[in-house]
């Protein structure tokens, strides 16, 4: 089978778990975009392959990172892995060497293994060095967010209990209510709806998610100060 020209030709099969149709379509995308940087390099440059390799991995890492499923694990692993088997599919780099794909990573992540083993070793792990520390900057990042108290005045000047209140009420639910639709401990709740804690990054997005959901629109909970 010919696969050079088209590098987005393993997106379906990739068995990355919780990747959604919608995330498919975004990684085809963004490696036909690389493609193209690809196709309009000097052929007769012998790295031209390294920039369509470093966007193809800032990309499909971006999606990934959106949808909640980027991991330190999958920047070293599946996703320099991926991002290999695109580029032969594509023609970036030189022909496969094996005649076929097996299993590098349990969980069905499939590769030419001498292609594989070659990068994995050899001066090629460099080229997307840089870009994978740049992403697991933003993981730590967002998860130092994530762990963050936020403030309790509001921009409108609302505090954040003052506006959680509000919502519960025009839901009319109860604080127990409250916590099991957003599977969090009734203390907890009852603290944020008093105002004696603030709620951290991730149980505002929570509160944020139940009420747009039941109120049929969406709902941000301000905490500008």
């Given at each position: 089978?010919?696969?050079?020209?088209?590098?987005?030709?393993?997106?379906?099969?990739?068995?990355?778990?919780?990747?959604?149709?919608?995330?498919?379509?975004?990684?085809?995308?963004?490696?036909?975009?690389?493609?193209?940087?690809?196709?309009?390099?000097?052929?007769?440059?012998?790295?031209?392959?390294?920039?369509?390799?470093?966007?193809?991995?800032?990309?499909?890492?971006?999606?990934?990172?959106?949808?909640?499923?980027?991991?330190?694990?999958?920047?070293?692993r599946h996703l320099r892995l991926f991002i290999l088997e695109a580029a032969i599919a594509g023609g970036w780099i030189g022909p496969p060497t094996d005649k076929s794909r097996?299993?590098?990573?349990?969980?069905?992540?499939?590769?030419?293994?001498?292609?594989?083993?070659?990068?994995?070793?050899?001066?090629?792990?460099?080229?997307?060095?840089?870009?994978?520390?740049?992403?697991?900057?933003?993981?730590?990042?967002?998860?130092?967010?994530?762990?963050?108290?936020?403030?309790s005045a509001s921009r409108a000047g609302q505090s954040v209990a003052s506006q959680l209140t509000l919502l519960k009420e025009e839901c009319h639910l109860t604080a127990e209510?409250?916590?099991?639709?957003?599977?969090?401990?009734?203390?907890?709740?009852?603290?944020?709806?008093?105002?004696?804690?603030?709620?951290?990054?991730?149980?505002?997005?929570?509160?944020?998610?139940?009420?747009?959901?039941?109120?049929?629109?969406?709902?941000?909970?301000?905490?500008?100060?």
């Open positions: 089978m010919n696969l050079e020209g088209e590098p987005d030709y393993w997106v379906d099969e990739w068995p990355l778990p919780g990747l959604s149709a919608s995330d498919r379509a975004k990684i085809k995308a963004a490696l036909l975009r690389a493609h193209a940087t690809f196709l309009r390099g000097d052929f007769n440059d012998p790295n031209r392959f390294a920039q369509p390799l470093r966007d193809a991995f800032d990309a499909v890492a971006k999606v990934l990172f959106e949808a909640k499923l980027l991991s330190n694990e999958i920047l070293e097996t299993e590098i990573f349990s969980g069905g992540y499939l590769g030419y293994e001498s292609n594989w083993r070659e990068f994995r070793d050899g001066w090629w792990h460099h080229l997307l060095a840089a870009n994978t520390a740049e992403w697991k900057g933003r993981l730590l990042e967002a998860e130092a967010n994530d762990n963050e108290p936020i403030k209510e409250l916590a099991e639709l957003t599977e969090m401990d009734v203390r907890s709740v009852q603290r944020h709806l008093a105002g004696d804690t603030g709620p951290r990054g991730r149980h505002l997005r929570k509160y944020e998610k139940v009420f747009s959901k039941l109120l049929n629109r969406h709902v941000v909970i301000s905490t500008m100060p």
